[in-house]
């Protein structure tokens, strides 16, 4: 493993409580532990000078993680399909945008809303203005409940249910899940300064691994 790094001009940092032998003496920065009498009671397994290794490099790890400015965001870069990869996964990475976002405006008759809902298959649709700022939500709970109303010549505005829970897309899928789960719903519409940019349901975050 000396060769590679020799070849390469990577710098070759040796940890150890020998300050003697081939290691020492090729590399570039030698980082000296002390010679401590192993916790194993037969003193043949390495217990203390792991133990000193591992803190010793948890330290540097933490250090350079400081120096360098490493974020989780560079984290979930370099890991995006661990576990620690998808606790970090936003929002944005896993939501509905676009055509796939069903959206109505307050003024349009029921008979249009509902296959607009149909259509987009997340059993709910937000209600939003002229700037595309959410104004309420329409969901199949609310279809039932509204039920015998004569509903298809009812405004969008007079079905909905107004100031629906919304999420940022910067905010982690996790963060999303929990949300769901403690309001007992299935989606959140997705808003940045109230303007919906896209809508999350649970089931994409399962997929994604997050729970």
């Not at 043949?44 to 000078?49: D, I, K, N, Y």
């Not at 107004?162 to 929990?178: C, F």
């Amino acid at each position: 493993f000396i060769l590679p790094t020799r070849r390469f001009g990577v710098p070759l940092i040796a940890i150890t409580s020998n300050n003697k032998g081939i290691i020492v003496e090729q590399a570039d920065l030698t980082l000296l532990l002390p010679q401590a009498e192993e916790a194993c009671p037969m003193g043949l397994a390495p217990t203390t000078s792991t133990t000193m290794a591992m803190a010793l490099g948890d330290t540097i790890a933490i250090g350079l993680m400081n120096r360098l400015g490493f974020t989780a965001d560079d984290f979930k870069l370099r890991h995006p399909g661990g576990q620690l990869g998808k606790r970090l996964l936003k929002v944005s990475d896993i939501m509905h945008t676009g055509s796939a976002i069903p959206l109505s405006s307050g003024s349009e008759l029921m008979s249009e809303v509902i296959p607009e809902m149909t259509a987009k298959s997340f059993g709910c649709i937000a209600i939003v203005d002229n700037a595309g700022k959410i104004r309420g939500i329409i969901t199949d709970g609310d279809l039932r409940r509204h039920m015998g109303d004569s509903i298809l010549a009812r405004h969008a505005e007079q079905v909905m249910t107004p100031n629906p829970k919304t999420i940022r897309p910067t905010a982690l899928a996790s963060e999303a899940v929990l949300t769901m789960n403690e309001s007992h719903i299935t989606n959140l519409f997705v808003a940045e300064d109230k303007k919906v940019v896209g809508i999350i349901h649970i089931h994409d975050c399962l997929r994604a691994g997050v729970e």
